[in-house]
Every structure is written in C-alpha cells, then in structure tokens.
C-alpha cells in the first residue's frame, strides 16, 4: 500500500489543522493506521492509531483530548484533527500502515512522506 500524508502548514498556536493520509495500491481495510511525528533532533513518537474498521483508537498522552483520528475505508482516507495546537506539535508528521494496530513505529511496514506542522505565533 502507498500512503500520502497531506495538510501540514503554519498555524498559530490555539489553532486546528487537518490532516489526510491518502491510500492506494491494496485494500485499505486490510490495514491498522498510525499517525507518528518526529521533530528536529527528536525520535519519530506515536501519535494516534486506528484500527482497519475504525474499532480501535488511542492516543499518545501529549495530545489526548485535542486530537481525533478518522477514516473513510470508502475513500481510502484517515484524518487527523489537530485543534488546540502547542509550539510543541511542530514535527513533521507520517502516516503509516500495518496489520494491526500498534504504538511502535518499526511494526509499521509502510510509511508515506511526512507533512511538516509548525505551530508558531
């Protein structure tokens, strides 16, 4: 499966942005999503995961109750809704995908190219 993460950009601090992760090349539903981010100098951290039928959600700590992760198996999408966003969200971000849901990043076999958020007033 190839991923695209989309929907990045500058925001001020307080605000939302949504991001899109776009899929195509096998079936979607086959495959668990996480959203991982990975800010300069820092290793790539879990974010957010949902499972294949979107059965299965949870949440790194950091951004628990401002994040909302979404999909549309019909259209092969998963969203991120990013609200109340901190100078420290700036990262860039990735979709990935798997089997099955998981919070460790080389579980994930497939990866897009990330979107960069910056949080910044």
């Known amino acids: 499966v190839q991923l695209q993460a989309s929907g990045g950009g500058l925001v001020q601090p307080g605000g939302s942005l949504r991001l899109s992760c776009a899929a195509s090349?096998?079936?979607?539903?086959?495959?668990?999503v996480g959203w991982f981010r990975q800010a300069p100098g820092m290793d790539r951290e879990f974010v957010a995961y949902i499972g294949r039928f979107g059965d299965a959600i949870d949440y790194a700590n950091s951004v628990k109750d401002r994040f909302i992760v979404s999909r549309d198996n019909a259209k092969n999408l998963v969203y991120l809704q990013m609200n109340s966003l901190e100078p420290g969200d700036t990262a860039v971000y990735y979709c990935a995908a798997a089997p099955s849901t998981n919070y460790y990043a080389p579980r994930y076999g497939y990866w897009g190219r990330g979107t960069q958020v910056t949080v910044s007033s």
């Open positions: 090349g096998r079936t979607f539903s086959d495959f668990a």
